[in-house]
T-cell receptor, first 110, second 116 residues
Framework: RKEVEQDPGPFNVPEGATVAFNCTYS??????FFWYRQDCRKEPKLLMS???SGNEDGRFTAQLNRASQYISLLIRDSKLSDSATYLCVPWSGGYNKLIFGAGTRLAVHP | DAGITQSPRHKVTETGTPVTLRCHQT?????MYWYRQDPGHGLRLIHY???????DKGEVSDGYSVSRSKTEDFLLTLESATSSQTSVYFC???????????????FGSGTQLSVL
């Protein structure tokens, strides 16, 4: 089993829609979780950090379910500019222990 | 945006030739990393550095070496490039905030390397 599993998508949604992605992780020792956003052919950028059960930042909400070992990212009122790949990144300790998922691609259309 | 410059941005080389990729930062951050990104895979850590002359291996270090002689520069060398090393290479930096993690990574724009 991969350490981090994400549905590759693409998720095709209209503007204004609400969309959610799930990410499952295998290491129960994972302590913190991060969502990075990566635009096509660009570098990843940190979108959100999750240290407890969840986090909310504007239209973006992350929720963690430790019992089932998954974390979700909810995007409300989708914008065209949200089109990107979203990378799930659990951390289980140490400087080199960020495990990047392969990402979920979101395409928002008019 | 964080001051990270990768060079070259694109490179095409032949199997068996040495290749060096450069990462230069102007943020004076302590930690620097080299990742590769391939379709269907997440970013995978090749090597990282936690200070000048202090480096360690990551998940996929075979065939790669690194050097860090100055805080601002982190070099990745493919001693003898192979086709399996065709990839997009990202450099990243993070600051030392006194924690055991440096999850806030800032990435460079990447280098597309093609080994023919």
């Amino acid at each position: 089993r991969k350490e981090v599993e994400q549905d590759p998508g693409p998720f095709n949604v209209p503007e204004g829609a609400t969309v959610a992605f799930n990410c499952t992780y295998s290491n129960s020792a994972s302590q913190s979780f991060f969502w990075y956003r990566q635009d096509c052919r660009k570098e990843p950028k940190l979108l959100m950090s999750v240290y407890s059960s969840g986090n909310e930042d504007g239209r973006f909400t992350a929720q963690l379910n430790r019992a089932s070992q998954y974390i979700s990212l909810l995007i409300r009122d989708s914008k065209l500019s949200d089109s990107a790949t979203y990378l799930c990144v659990p951390w289980s300790g140490g400087y080199n222990k960020l495990i990047f998922g392969a990402g979920t691609r979101l395409a928002v259309h008019p | 945006d964080a001051g990270i410059t990768q060079s070259p941005r694109h490179k095409v080389t032949e199997t068996g030739t040495p290749v060096t990729l450069r990462c230069h930062q102007t943020e004076n951050h302590r930690y620097m990393y080299w990742y590769r990104q391939d379709p269907g895979h997440g970013l995978r850590l090749i090597h990282y550095s936690y200070g000048v002359k202090d480096t360690d291996k990551g998940e996929v270090s075979d065939g790669y070496s690194v050097s860090r002689s100055k805080t601002e520069d982190f070099l990745l060398t493919l001693e003898s490039a192979t086709s399996s090393q065709t990839s997009v290479y990202f450099c990243a930096i993070s600051e030392d905030r006194g924690l055991s993690t440096n999850e806030k990574l800032f990435f460079g724009s990447g280098t597309q390397l093609s080994v023919l």
